[in-house]
């Protein structure tokens, strides 16, 4: 069974983690500066815990890495995105 990636609704989620990223940054008090982390992955229909396209073991697996997860929406019925962000260093 191939899987359809609906374009529209990618670009739909674009625009959408953009305005968050945007509305975040407004919000920041200015003394930490962050970096921000968009992921995509499958909503629903994944094949089990062990599918790492899931958006929910992609998002587990970068908050593992030192990631704080902000938010996430699905895009479409079966995909979406997450935000993630970390606290920027100099070596970042």
Do not use: H
């Not at 089990?48 to 704080?68: E, H, K, Y």
């Amino acid at each position: 069974m191939k899987k359809k990636i609906d374009i529209k609704s990618m670009l739909l989620g674009a625009l959408l983690a953009t305005g968050i990223l945007i509305s975040i940054a407004a919000a920041d008090d200015g003394r930490t500066v962050w970096e921000y982390k968009v992921i995509t992955g499958v909503v629903i229909g994944g094949q089990g815990p062990s599918d790492t396209g899931t958006l929910d073991n992609r998002i587990n697996s970068t908050v593992a890495q030192g990631w704080q997860f902000v938010t996430a929406s699905g895009v479409a019925e079966r995909s979406g995105f997450a935000v993630l962000r970390r606290e920027k260093t100099e070596r970042n």
